[in-house]
Nanobody
Framework: QVQLVESGGGLVQAGGSLRLSCAAS????????MGWFRQAPGKEREFVAT????????YYQDSVKGRFTISRDNAKNTVYLQMNTLKPEDTAVYYC????????????????WGQGTQVTVSS
């Protein structure tokens, strides 16, 4: 089994940056494709970015392309989400997730979820 713990969220002004981290415990971390998802108040959880087990392939929601970067360091059992040029609409609880699948089709593919970390972007 895998446990995921997110950190790095907080309050930031529009245009600022935050770096989220997801620390994983448990074996075979490197065999999981990882992803970041977010959920704004009253909204459904949505895809933000995903990365394959090797770290060689990444996918992004159109609204964050060019601003967010997902990466992983398997040696440290950690996945990151670097968020730049943040906008108020990025405000949400951000969740780290892991899937045994080769890639993500939707958030329903998640085998493990972190507890989430709040990101608030003010104008």
């Amino acid at each position: 089994q895998v446990q995921l713990v997110e950190s790095g969220g907080g309050l930031v002004q529009a245009g600022g940056s935050l770096r989220l981290s997801c620390a994983a415990s448990g074996r075979t971390f490197s065999s999981f494709a990882m992803g970041w998802f977010r959920q704004a108040p009253g909204k459904e959880r949505e895809f933000v970015a995903t990365i394959t087990w090797s770290g060689g392939t990444t996918y992004y929601q159109d609204s964050v392309k060019g601003r967010f970067t997902i990466s992983r360091d398997n040696a440290k059992n950690t996945v990151y989400l670097q968020m730049n040029t943040l906008k108020p609409e990025d405000t949400a609880v951000y969740y780290c997730a892991a899937t045994r699948a080769a890639g993500w089709r939707s958030s329903n593919d998640a085998d493990y979820w972190g507890q989430g970390t709040q990101v608030t972007v003010s104008s």
